[in-house]
C-alpha cells in the first residue's frame, strides 16, 4: 500500500509542492503542471499589460516568452526536459544548415511525395517515438499521469509545422500555394530565439496548442489583433499598427473560459473519479454485471472522463488569450471572437450526431496539424498516411491502435447509413428530431465504444473490454457496410461522391472562429 502512495505521489520534477499533493490527495506531477498553467495565466496577464509590443521591443518578448517555458519544463519534468530541448535545438540545426531543397530527405513522406515537398519529419518523429517507446517499456504503460511526451508532442507537431511553411515562402511559387498557405509562408529564416520562443514560450509549452509561426510572430511583434481586424474590412477602417487599433481586451473571453474550466473541475472532483475507467475490465464486474448494466457504465465512464481533457485545453486557451493570442475577429454580432487557436468544442462535442461531428470537434488543432503536414501534402495514399502519422504522433500503446483501426469500420457503416436512411427522415421536424436523438445515442455509443481502449492503453484490457461487449459495435458495423455497399454497388457514380466525402474531413480550417477540426478518422488526444 506503501509503494502504491509513493508512486501516485513521485515526479521527475521538482517537489516542491509535494505537501500540497499529499494534502489535496493529488499525484504531485499533476499538482505541479496545474500550478505551472495557474502560474502561466498570471504571467500571460502581466506580459499583456507590461511587456506589451508597445512597451517592450520584440526580442524581450521573446526571451521572456522562452525562459519561463524553459522554466516551466525544469520544474515538471527535471532532467527530462532535456529531451525537448534537444529535438528542439537539432531541428532548428537541420532547417538552417541543410539546403532548403533538399529537407525532404529527413521526411518520412518522400516515399510517396516528390522532392520538392519536405520537413525534417524524421528527427523530430524519431525522437518522439523512441522516447514514448521508454515512455512504455521503462514508466510501465505510464506510471507518471504526466510525462515528458505531451510537451514533447506538441513540440513536434511545431517544429513539423515550420518546416513546411519554410519551404512553403523559400521554395515554391506563389501559385503552387493555396491561399492559406500563402498568409502562413515563412520566407526568411528565423534566428534562434524566434524559433525557441515559438517552440518552447510558456503559453503552450505544457498542453499547446499548436499554433502557425506567422500568427506567434505577429503576436509577438504587435500586428496580431490588426490584421485579424483587416481581414474584417467593415471593423478595421483602413486603420494600419497596432497602437492604432483599439484595444480589443481578452478579458470576457478568459474569464468565461475559466468559468468552464471550474465546472469541468468541479465534475472531475464529484463524478469523474467516483467512475474509474478501469472498472470496465474489473474481473468481477465483467463476471457478474448484466450486459446493460456493463454497457451504461461504459457509456458514463467515458463521458465522464471528457472533462478532465476539457479543463486542460480550456485553461490552456484561457493562457493564451490573457497574454492577448488568439484574437480571430469579429464574429457576426460584431463582438471580438478569442477562438483563433480553440482547440476543442465543447457543445458541438456533446451533441453530435455522428462519429465525424464529433471527432472534428475534438482536439481541433492536432487536426488542422494533420491536415497542414500530410493530408495537403501527399499527392497520393492522402488517407493512409494521415493515419500512419497521426498513430506514429500518438505513441506505441496498443490501446491507440485499436481505437484507430476500430474507428475505420464505424467511419465507413455512419456514411452508409446517413446516405441510406436520413433521407427518410427530412419530411417532418418531428422525424427529423427523433433522427437526432437516435443518432446522437448512437454516436456517443460508438464513441465510447472506440475510445476504451485509448484510456485502457494495454492489450489484454482491451481484448478484456472487447469480450464483455461482445464485439457488438464492430460485428455492426462491418455487417452494415457489407449491407449497404451491396446495395449500392450498381452506382459506380457514388465513388466519386465516398472520395470526396473522405476528403470533406480536411477542408480548409476557418481560422476565425472555434468549427470543426478538419480532422481524419484517427485524430485523439495525447
Not at 460508438?446 to 482491451?462: D, G, K, Q, R
Request: hydrophobic content about 45%.
Amino acid at each position: 500500500m506503501g509503494e502504491q502512495t509513493d508512486t501516485a505521489f513521485k515526479t521527475t520534477g521538482s517537489k516542491w509542492l509535494l505537501p500540497v499533493s499529499e494534502y489535496l490527495g493529488f499525484p504531485l506531477d499533476q499538482v505541479n503542471f496545474l500550478a505551472c498553467q495557474l502560474f502561466a495565466l498570471a504571467a500571460a496577464f502581466w506580459f499583456r499589460l507590461y511587456l506589451s509590443p508597445g512597451h517592450a521591443n520584440p526580442l524581450v518578448r521573446h526571451a521572456v516568452a522562452t525562459l519561463l517555458g524553459i522554466a516551466f519544463l525544469i520544474f515538471c519534468f527535471g532532467w527530462y526536459s532535456a529531451h525537448i530541448l534537444t529535438v528542439v535545438v537539432a531541428s532548428y540545426l537541420i532547417i538552417i544548415k541543410a539546403d532548403i531543397n533538399n529537407v525532404h530527405r529527413y521526411d518520412i513522406s518522400t516515399v510517396f511525395t516528390p522532392p520538392h515537398t519536405g520537413i525534417p519529419m524524421v528527427t523530430a518523429m524519431g525522437y518522439l517515438t523512441v522516447c514514448q517507446v521508454s515512455r512504455v517499456f521503462i514508466f510501465n504503460y505510464g506510471i507518471l499521469s504526466t510525462d515528458f511526451s505531451g510537451p514533447l508532442m506538441i513540440v513536434t507537431q511545431k517544429i513539423t509545422t515550420f518546416a513546411f511553411q519554410l519551404h512553403d515562402g523559400m521554395c515554391k511559387k506563389s501559385e503552387q500555394l493555396t491561399p492559406e498557405q500563402k498568409r502562413l509562408a515563412i520566407s526568411v529564416r528565423p534566428s534562434l530565439i524566434e524559433y525557441l520562443s515559438y517552440t518552447l514560450n510558456f503559453l503552450g509549452v505544457l498542453v499547446g496548442p499548436c499554433s502557425d509561426y506567422q500568427d506567434y510572430v505577429d503576436f509577438i511583434e504587435g500586428r496580431h489583433i490588426s490584421k485579424r481586424l483587416k481581414q474584417h474590412s467593415q471593423t478595421c477602417n483602413g486603420q494600419n499598427g497596432y497602437d492604432k487599433t483599439p484595444d480589443l481586451s481578452p478579458l470576457n473571453a478568459v474569464c468565461r473560459k475559466l468559468l468552464v474550466c471550474c465546472g469541468c473541475m468541479l465534475f472531475f472532483l464529484t463524478v469523474t473519479r467516483s467512475l474509474p475507467i478501469t472498472y470496465n475490465v474489473n474481473p468481477q464486474f465483467v463476471s457478474t454485471a448484466p450486459f446493460l448494466t456493463r454497457l451504461t457504465y461504459a457509456f458514463f465512464s467515458i463521458q465522464a472522463a471528457r472533462p478532465k481533457f476539457y479543463f486542460a485545453w480550456t485553461l490552456a486557451d484561457a493562457v493564451n488569450n490573457a497574454a492577448g493570442y488568439g484574437f480571430s475577429g469579429i464574429d457576426e454580432n460584431g463582438k471580438p471572437s478569442w477562438e483563433l487557436i480553440c482547440n476543442l468544442n465543447i457543445v458541438g462535442i456533446e451533441t453530435a450526431t455522428s462519429f465525424k461531428t464529433f471527432i472534428d470537434n475534438w482536439n481541433i488543432r492536432t487536426g488542422i496539424w494533420l491536415k497542414t503536414v500530410c493530408y495537403d501534402r501527399a499527392p497520393k495514399h492522402r488517407l493512409a498516411l494521415t493515419f500512419l502519422l497521426s498513430a506514429l504522433w500518438h505513441g506505441v500503446y496498443p490501446g491507440y491502435y485499436f481505437t484507430f483501426i476500430t474507428a475505420i469500420p464505424i467511419t465507413m457503416a455512419a456514411r452508409a447509413i446517413r446516405k441510406s436512411v436520413r433521407h427518410h427522415f427530412l419530411g417532418s421536424s418531428g422525424l427529423k428530431l427523433g433522427y437526432d436523438i437516435l443518432t446522437w445515442a448512437a454516436t456517443q455509443l460508438a464513441i465510447c465504444y472506440t475510445v476504451m481502449p485509448f484510456l485502457l492503453l494495454a492489450v489484454e484490457s482491451t481484448m478484456t473490454y472487447y469480450r464483455s461487449m461482445y464485439f457488438h459495435i464492430h460485428i455492426i458495423s462491418i455487417l452494415a457496410v457489407i449491407a449497404l455497399n451491396w446495395k449500392h454497388k450498381p452506382r459506380e457514380p457514388a465513388a466519386t461522391t465516398k472520395t470526396f466525402s473522405s476528403a470533406s474531413s480536411f477542408s480548409s480550417p476557418s481560422s476565425d472562429q472555434c468549427q470543426p477540426a478538419h480532422s481524419n478518422n484517427n485524430d485523439k488526444v495525447h
